[in-house]
Every structure is written in C-alpha cells, then in structure tokens.
C-alpha cells in the first residue's frame, strides 16, 4: 500500500536554527499537510496546502514557517530561527481529495537544543 | 468552533475484554468524525470515519463506532481485545468546507495478558 514517508525521523538542531523537514506524499494525492505534537500535548493542525498555495493555516503557522512543494513529489516544511518550544513531533499528511481520509507519515521528531 | 473532547487518558482492559473509548464532539455544523490509531514510533493510521452516511461505521482490526447525534458521541468499541491492539487512540472532527482535523488528546489503551 502506498504511504507518506518523512525524513529525517529525528532531527536534532540548536536554538535559532533553521530546520528543514521532508515529507513525500502518497503520488496521486492532491492535498498535503502537516500537523504537529508536542510531547504529552494533543496533534495540532499546522497548514494544508493545495494547487501550490496554502489553503488553511491554524494560528501556530506564523511567519516562522513556511511550506513548498519544490518538485512534483516533494513537500517541505521550514521552520526559520526554531525556538525551544518547536521542539515536537512534526507529521505530513496527504489526501487524494479534499474529503478523502488523511494518509499520515511516521513523522518527524524534532529536538531544538 | 468544533472540538473533541476524549474522556480517559488511559484505559486497561483484559485481553478478550469489551474495548470502550469515549469521544464527545461539539461542532456547530454537521460532522465529519474519525478515529486514528498511533503505534509506538508509527504514524497515525485511520481506523474509521463518519461522513453522514450510516451511524454504526465499521472499520479495520474489528473496531466500530457509532454517531450519537442526541448525544454528540462517538465512540468506539470492540468486542474483544487483542494484545496488538494496545496503541494510543485519537478521535477527530472536521466539517465540510475546513479539510483540517481537531484531535482529541488521545486515549492510551493497554490490553492486559
């Protein structure tokens, strides 16, 4: 069965950095997102993306990061100058449609030291 | 707005025993409900959704949930419990016209030998 695979599955960067983490969506899938979870705390909405724009965002999704599709099976997610607290696991999702079932990656655990 | 409340951090049953894991929604608008499943170090995997069609929606490894309108519930159960079902449960609203999920806080289950 197809799946989203995240890479790095652990990503380790200090105070201010900027991170850059990969998803590769399911191929025929059309709209991608990513959600967040902080320790102990619940899976947050980030942003969706669809058509090459954003077509949602939640209020965590400030000018700190930003999302791309650089390629045609790439989706990224930067996050500039991380801060301690974007210390998370970070998880890409795609949909085939805008309401078919979210597709989830193992995700991205990201520690900001 | 929409939310989901799970009552229940964690829940320990037999193995063989009747699984029960609650969710409550509020949601100003008709739902869409979900619930995901999280192994250890695995990504969230869609057990089951609700999209206005039936109320008693099946869904994978003999898990169930029923919409309860009157009593804006949906939770999911299983007759018996297996070992490999132990994992942290996460029940999830949307609605037509939002694509982004509201998680729960997730409900660990262990499943006792």
């Known amino acids: 069965e197809p799946e989203v695979t995240q890479t790095p599955s652990h990503q380790v960067t200090q105070m201010g950095q900027e991170v850059i983490l990969r998803c590769v969506p399911i191929s025929n899938h059309l709209y991608f997102y990513w959600y967040r979870q902080i320790l102990g705390q619940k899976v947050e909405f980030l942003v969706s993306?669809?058509?090459?724009?954003?077509?949602?965002k939640s209020e965590i999704f400030d000018d700190q990061f930003s999302v791309e599709r650089p390629d045609g099976s790439n989706f990224t997610l930067k996050i500039r100058s991380t801060k301690l607290e974007d210390s998370a696991m970070y998880f890409c999702a795609s949909s085939e449609r805008g309401d078919s079932p979210l597709h989830f990656g193992n995700g991205t655990r990201l520690t900001v030291t | 707005a929409q939310s989901v409340t799970q009552l229940g951090s964690h829940v320990s049953v037999s193995e063989g025993a009747l699984v029960l894991l609650r969710c409550n929604y509020s949601?100003?608008?008709?739902?869409?409900l979900f619930w995901y499943v999280q192994y250890p170090n695995q990504g969230l995997q869609l057990l089951l959704k609700?999209?206005?069609?039936?109320?008693l929606v099946k869904g994978i490894n003999g898990f169930e949930a029923e919409f309860k309108k009157s009593e804006t519930s949906f939770h999911l159960t299983k007759p018996s419990a297996h070992m490999s079902d132990a994992a942290e449960y996460f029940c999830a609203v949307s609605y037509t016209g939002r694509r982004a999920l509201t998680f729960g806080s997730g409900t660990r289950l262990q499943v006792q030998p």
């Open positions: 949601s100003s608008v008709p739902p869409y």
């Open positions: 609700y999209t206005s069609a039936a109320t």
């Open positions: 993306f669809y058509n090459n724009e954003i077509s949602e």
